[in-house]
Nanobody, 115 residues
Framework: QVQLVESGGGLAQPGGSLRLSCAAS????????MGWYRQPPGKQRELVTT???????HYADSVKGRFTISRDNAKNTVYLQMNILKPEDTAVYYC?????????WGQGTQVTVSS
């Protein structure tokens, strides 16, 4: 299975922005879909956003209009641009990829939104 490595997490102030990256160890061209989940402290993991091989996107209602997912097949990377961050966006963010062989996960990156 492909290896996924997230980066770009950290501390942001409310109203601020962060961009997460998810780099794959191989070509993402044939992946069915990629996306991001997050797990807030003490809560279950939840879907944030997905992007298909045809670049169709889906967003959770809680992030619509604030987060944008994109993919760069040439760089084998998926990005999550997060704007107008809120304290409730604090979570560990996990990248995933769906292939014929199944789903792969990254190790997660912490995002903390606090003043």
């Amino acid at each position: 299975q492909v290896q996924l490595v997230e980066s770009g997490g950290g501390l942001a102030q409310p109203g601020g922005s962060l961009r997460l990256s998810c780099a794959a160890s191989g070509s993402i061209f044939s992946f069915y879909a990629m996306g991001w989940y997050r797990q807030p402290p003490g809560k279950q993991r939840e879907l944030v956003t997905t992007i298909s091989s045809g670049r169709s996107t889906h967003y959770a209602d809680s992030v619509k209009g604030r987060f944008t997912i994109s993919r760069d097949n040439a760089k084998n990377t998926v990005y999550l641009q997060m704007n107008i961050l809120k304290p409730e966006d604090t979570a560990v963010y996990y990248c995933y990829a769906d292939q014929r062989e199944g789903r792969s996960w990254g190790q997660g990156t912490q995002v903390t939104v606090s003043s």
